[in-house]
């Protein structure tokens, strides 16, 4: 059974009475163990799907499922203990407790929870991370990687059921990318699901599947499908190919402003649909995406 | 490395690590509730030490009742009646009743010693007219500050200091007191107090001297303003028939007015204290506000990673309330320091600064201290702990 899982998952906006649809339908499902990861451009909805299956946030329409159960509708408190349980987030920006060292960012989670395990569980996790002559170190007394791992560390304190990263790698460098990979790999490898939404391309070569976002539909359901990105892509199907990059782009080019400012800003500065440029706004109708993909292709 | 103590209150360790984080800002924040628990302390301690700086030299004022003819009696207070004082006042309690005669005296050596120039019973030159007093037995409620008063006091004259002072009379001198010349066996011990019978300018007879009978007022000292208040109350009452043959007139409703006004003064000199207090309120409102500003991604880290509302509350409440707390002990210390200088200089004691009533007042600053800081962390706690996780974590 899938242990998170959404079912026909819509999320709007409603800002400045403006509604805008960042996520239209969204089915996604993974196994626990699975390493997944969302592909697509700014603005496709890929934070907003996170935040929605790490329960920060609720769906407009649709329904969040956690091991079988639905938590859409739970109240805040009901909501977080949920996300305690089940969740764990690797952040881009680390977001690492200052003031704390490496061994008390681990333990964080567990704080309140008066568990006298937590302190030798947050060695363990913080050993087996390669960390463990690190424990007493400030965040900035640490590298990039060395704090993305000690947050990857703190997301597995509370053993959750799937971790969920996003832009896990988008402040290394490549080849400390690699090996924060590598170590999702080795999560998974203890039936931890990995759910990362990434730009990078190189986190496909680690993952068991890539699903793309675009335009706040998902793989297939994509209007824009043209065959080239046809079906859930696969590990390897997920190699960049030209014909996908350029919907890709060309979508972004079209909504960055509008859906990528919706989910990533305020809101404030969004331009609304109709005062981009020339390029017809994907509004609820889909055709104006699938126009430039025709033409591409 | 937790230690045992935060392990247990984990809230307070994070504070404590939070307010570690801003040192400068932390320390201005709490510096505003010591200044405002000092005020508040010490300006209470300024007007319980004035109160009491007064209390003490109003004296026996509100101790003593002082029985006077009334309306209906015949000008003087018979024996009779001077008895029945006497049963009515209890233990402890000292009657002194005493004559009055308004007469020319004369003061001086050369002047009317002799008596010589003009004829008995004449003033002699620098004679004046005044009340001179005849009691049994002044030892009750005067002492003496050169030579002594005899007892029982059978002749001589006792005078008060300022006439001493003003004649340069000293005991063994004489004055003239309606013409017969008097010896003074005594100067009296000036009263600090402003009792019913100041003792300066008194000139004081021994009673025998006087042929009238009846006495012109009678004093009733009492051990404390209350017994006077009930001695008052029951001489009124006992003696006063139907007829107002004595006026009795007590202190303590006066005594009782004084403290009550300087209770009063001392709630305003708290309020002007309260007013700083309010300000460090507000200045910690501000830290916080930041704080949460500044914090906002972490704050929605820790929502994110399982953190319930109340968690975050805790931690942002603490952190007031450790501001106030640590602002609040400096404060109370401060304070004490505050109130020794001022009993110093006021009643002459630094010490008195460490009565019981004073430390009512530094544990009330101390009180309103931390319940300033726990209020105005209450809003940017509260704003804190509803920021939604996706909101702060969007940047």
Redesign the interface.
């Known amino acids: 059974m899938a242990v998170i899982e959404t079912r026909d998952v819509v999320k709007r906006y409603e800002t400045g009475g403006e509604t805008l649809t960042a996520l239209k339908g969204i089915d996604f499902a993974v196994e626990p163990g699975e390493f997944v990861s969302i592909m697509g451009p700014s603005g496709s909805g890929k934070t907003t799907l996170l935040n929605l299956l790490g329960l920060l946030d609720d769906p407009s329409e649709g329904e969040v499922l956690l091991d079988g159960e639905d938590v859409t509708g739970l109240s805040d408190k009901e909501q977080t203990r949920a996300r305690k349980r089940t969740i764990g987030f690797v952040f881009q920006n680390f977001y690492l407790i200052p003031t704390l060292t490496a061994r008390e960012n681990v333990e964080i989670p567990a704080l309140f929870d008066r568990d006298p395990t937590v302190e030798e569980r947050s060695v363990d996790l913080l050993e087996r991370m390669g960390l463990g002559d690190r424990l007493d170190h400030r965040p900035d007394e640490l590298s990039g990687g060395q704090k993305q791992r000690v947050a990857i560390a703190r997301s597995l304190i509370n053993e959750p059921r799937v971790l969920l990263a996003d832009e896990p790698t988008g402040n290394l460098d490549r080849e400390t990318g690699r090996q924060i990979l590598d170590e999702f790999v080795e999560v998974t490898e203890r039936d931890v699901a990995v759910i990362a939404v990434t730009h990078d391309e190189l986190v496909n070569e680690y993952v068991d599947r890539v699903v793309r976002l675009v335009d706040g539909y998902m793989g297939e359901d994509a209007p824009t499908a043209t065959g080239a990105a046809g079906g859930p892509p696969g590990g390897e199907g997920a190699a960049p190919d030209p014909a996908d990059q350029v919907t890709a782009d060309a979508v972004e080019a079209a909504v960055t402003d509008v859906v990528g400012e919706e989910s990533d800003g305020d809101g404030d500065e969004r331009e609304m649909p109709g005062d981009g440029d020339e390029t017809e706004v994907p509004g609820d109708g889909d055709e104006p995406d699938a126009e430039p993909e025709g033409e591409e292709s | 490395?937790?230690g045992g103590f935060y392990?247990?209150i984990?809230?307070l360790y994070?504070a404590r690590?939070?307010l570690?984080?801003t040192k400068v800002r932390s320390v201005l924040a709490a510096l505003g509730i010591v200044i405002g628990v000092i005020a508040i302390a010490s300006l209470g301690m300024f007007g319980l030490t004035l109160r009491y700086q007064i209390t003490e030299s109003l004296g026996d004022l509100g101790n003593q009742v002082l029985v006077t003819p009334g309306e209906d009696s015949d000008g003087t207070i018979s024996e009779r009646d001077l008895r029945e004082v006497q049963a009515v006042t209890g233990p402890g309690t000292t009657v002194v009743p005493s004559k009055a005669r308004s007469t020319v005296v004369s003061y001086g050596r050369g002047g009317g010693s002799g008596g010589g120039g003009g004829g008995p019973g004449e003033p002699s030159a620098g004679g004046e007219r005044r009340i001179v007093r005849g009691i049994e037995n002044p030892g009750l409620i005067y002492s003496a500050r050169e030579g002594t008063i005899p007892d029982p006091y059978r002749s001589g004259a006792l005078i008060g200091p300022a006439i001493a002072e003003e004649y340069d009379l000293g005991p063994g001198d004489a004055i003239s007191i309606n013409g017969s010349s008097t010896r003074v066996v005594a100067v009296l011990e000036s009263d600090s107090g402003f009792g019913f019978m100041s003792p300066s300018n008194e000139i004081i007879l021994p009673n025998r001297e006087f042929q009238r009978r009846g006495y012109s007022q009678v004093l009733v000292s009492t051990p404390s303003s209350t017994v006077a208040n009930e001695t008052a109350v029951a001489l009124r009452s006992e003696l006063n028939g139907r007829r107002e043959l004595v006026q009795v007139q007590d202190f303590s409703d006066v005594a009782d007015s004084i403290g009550q006004t300087f209770q009063a003064l001392n709630l305003f000199l708290i309020g002007i204290g309260s007013i700083s207090l309010l300000v460090a309120g507000v200045s910690i409102l501000n830290v916080m506000l930041m704080s949460t500003v500044e914090r906002r991604?972490?704050i929605?880290?820790?929502?994110?990673?399982?953190?319930?509302?109340r968690?975050v509350l805790k931690i942002m409440l603490s952190e007031a309330v450790l501001l106030g707390i640590v602002g609040g002990i400096a404060g109370a210390v401060f304070s004490l320091v505050a109130g020794m200088v001022i009993n110093h200089f006021i009643v002459g004691d630094a010490l008195l600064a460490f009565r019981p009533s004073n430390f009512v007042y530094v544990g009330l600053a101390f009180a309103f201290g931390v319940g300033t800081s726990l209020l105005s962390g209450l809003y940017p706690a509260w704003k804190a702990a509803n920021e939604?996780?996706?909101?702060a974590?969007?940047s």
């Open positions: 490395m937790i392990r247990r984990p809230s994070m690590r939070n570690s984080r991604e972490e929605g880290v820790l929502r994110a990673v399982g953190f319930q509302k968690d939604r996780p996706v909101e974590l969007r």
